[in-house]
């Protein structure tokens, strides 16, 4: 892709693999979105949560990221708690919800089959993801969720993955006072399991909060 490459293209069928596959699954369900998801939330915000590929009957459904399965409901009840959010709980695309100074996006952003996108798709989606956290106001805080938006983020910064190791509640300085926030991924597998509990995923957005906040700070020359 060129350097003009956009920061979402919601026409885009660049991975075949995954067109065909959303053009099989909107034969099934002709209501569904169906199409590349788009971040979700203000373009300027410090916050940026980057999450693996759409859920096949969440946002793939929906066309917001988290929306509609069982991972956003933890997402979305600590962004409430911790004041990134205007209602704890995402329903539908076009609810009264809003996100303050947060910013939602994923690494792939179509559905992949088994919610398993190629090294190859994934690769090709980075430069979307590149541009919309290295141009114009990039965030103060990338806050990826597993080990695939991790990785993808660290490409998207120009980092060799060895310098940047994938760890639960592990911080990377990317420069320019800006931070890579590592967190397991609020799936259901995960959290039903007991990998990922609610008092685990709100310490990682306490010092997300404590990050922004120290930025802030230093902003205002305090």
């Known amino acids: 892709m060129s350097q003009q490459t956009p920061a979402f293209d919601p026409d885009c069928r660049r991975c075949p693999r995954l067109a ?9 369900h002709p209501g569904y979105h169906c199409r590349p998801v788009p971040p979700f939330g203000p373009p300027g915000a410090r916050l940026v ?5 759409p859920g096949r009957h969440g946002a793939n459904a929906t066309g917001r990221p988290f929306t509609g399965d069982h991972a ?6 600590t962004l409430h708690a911790f004041g990134f959010a205007s209602a704890p709980v995402s329903r539908r695309a076009d609810d009264a919800l809003e996100l303050r100074d947060c910013r939602i996006t994923n690494a792939v952003k179509c559905l992949p089959p088994g919610n398993k996108p190629t090294g190859a ?8 993801l590149r541009r919309e956290l290295r141009c114009g106001h990039a965030p103060r805080v990338v806050l990826a969720l597993g080990g695939v938006a991790h990785r993808a983020v660290a490409r998207a910064f120009g980092r060799r993955q060895a310098e940047l190791p994938f760890g639960h509640g592990r911080m990377h300085r990317l420069g320019q006072g800006r931070w890579l926030l590592d967190s397991y991924h609020c799936s259901r597998y995960n959290t ?31």
């Open 20 to 28: 065909a596959h959303l053009d099989e699954v909107a034969h099934e």
């Open 49 to 53: 949560i980057v999450g693996l590929a």
């Open 72 to 77: 956003g409901i933890l997402l979305y009840r």
């Open 121 to 128: 798709e994934v690769h090709t989606c980075n430069a979307y």
């Open 192 to 222: 039903q399991t007991g990998r990922l509990t609610g008092e685990m995923f709100a310490a990682v957005f306490a010092t997300a909060r404590r990050l922004l906040s120290e930025a802030e700070s230093r902003d205002a020359g305090v």
